[in-house]
């Protein structure tokens, strides 16, 4: 029998009952419609591998003195690519083992790896915001068009985005309410500042007060409530008198969704712009997932060893595009 054949001994027992017979068949949806926000998913594909590109910014209006010549003033253009993986999972079982199952749920279980799909873009998603090495997932964490990562201070030996710092904070921590706000009105402002290829300002007001998606570590969940959600706050620590003060964040009506996740295991903490016009993060999809069975109606492996199996694939591919959407706060 293969070593990682299913075994359900536990299911055998004539007497078992079935209250629990779904104990891990949980909701596989994870973050759900909070990723959306950050991540734009299942770009149609009919390659091996996609090239996207886009032109930068266009030139902007300048004065034209009478008697003299209409200047001219050209603009770039960048491309890049993403190659679509194989994804896959077996769930194997013996078919005794599924006629003696007395709980009648060894099917429906080995079906909820299929529903596990639902993830896959959300663990890829955080494989990419932490730079994260995962055998499991994308073998080599993919740039953005710039050249640079997600993540960065430069891009192309300029500063990211014409800004210092780029779109990469050095945090303060996050043991206070006061120091969280404060970095968070730094990424504010460094969204606010952040520029074109003709060093012109690259978000308008109105993609600004869309709001803002803050994902950070499960652990760190009360800190970051009382930062953005708690209407009144503690103000500055050893000035007399502390007193209490109204949360500015409440009062500016700023629109902040917080994500705890446990995904995240340190202090660092991540922003996206909901009216960012491009999600710095997107998958595109060649082939849906699919799903087939192995039983001895349909496999002369089932019929030779009485293993049987359910098994899911699919083809999809992830990358990075421009990443003016997100900053980093790193702690």
Not at 37 to 42: I, P
Not at 156 to 165: H, L
Request: glycine share 8%.
């Amino acid at each position: 029998m293969p070593s990682n054949i299913m075994v359900t001994a536990a299911q055998l027992t004539q007497w078992i009952r079935t209250e629990f017979a779904d104990a891990y068949k949980l909701a596989a949806d994870g973050l759900g419609p909070r990723i959306d926000a950050m991540m734009q998913r299942g770009i149609p594909s009919n390659a091996l591998t996609e090239f996207y590109g886009y032109f930068e910014a266009a030139p902007y209006p300048r004065r034209w003195p009478r008697g003299t010549n209409i200047t001219s003033e050209n603009f770039l253009s960048q491309t890049f690519s993403v190659v679509n993986y194989d994804w896959g999972r077996r769930v194997p079982w013996h078919r005794n083992d599924r006629r003696d199952d007395r709980t009648q749920s060894l099917l429906d279980q080995a079906r909820s790896c299929g529903e596990h799909w639902a993830t896959l873009d959300e663990r890829v998603f955080f494989q990419i915001v932490r730079a994260a090495a995962d055998v499991n997932l994308l073998p080599a964490i993919p740039n953005a068009p710039d050249g640079a990562v997600l993540y960065a201070t430069t891009a192309g030996g300029a500063a990211r985005f014409g800004v210092t710092g780029g779109n990469l904070i050095t945090g303060n921590g996050v043991a206070a309410a006061q120091t969280i706000r404060n970095d968070f009105y730094e990424a504010r402002s460094r969204f606010r500042r952040f520029q074109d290829q003709k060093g012109q300002p690259l978000f308008s007001e109105s993609i600004l007060d869309a709001g803002y998606i803050v994902i950070f570590g499960a652990g760190n969940e009360q800190a970051f409530a009382e930062g953005f959600y708690q209407q009144m706050t503690i103000g500055a620590v050893g000035v007399a008198p502390v007193t209490a003060v109204s949360n500015i964040v409440k009062d500016q009506l700023l629109n902040v969704t917080l994500v705890p996740t446990q995904r995240i295991t340190d202090n660092d903490w991540f922003i996206f712009l909901k009216g960012s016009p491009k999600k710095p993060i997107f998958s595109q999809e060649r082939e849906p997932l699919r799903e087939s069975f192995a039983t001895e109606d349909n496999s002369d492996h089932a019929r030779d060893s009485g293993e049987e199996y359910a098994q899911w694939a699919s083809r999809r591919g992830y990358g990075v595009g421009p990443a003016y959407g997100t900053i980093e706060v790193n702690n």
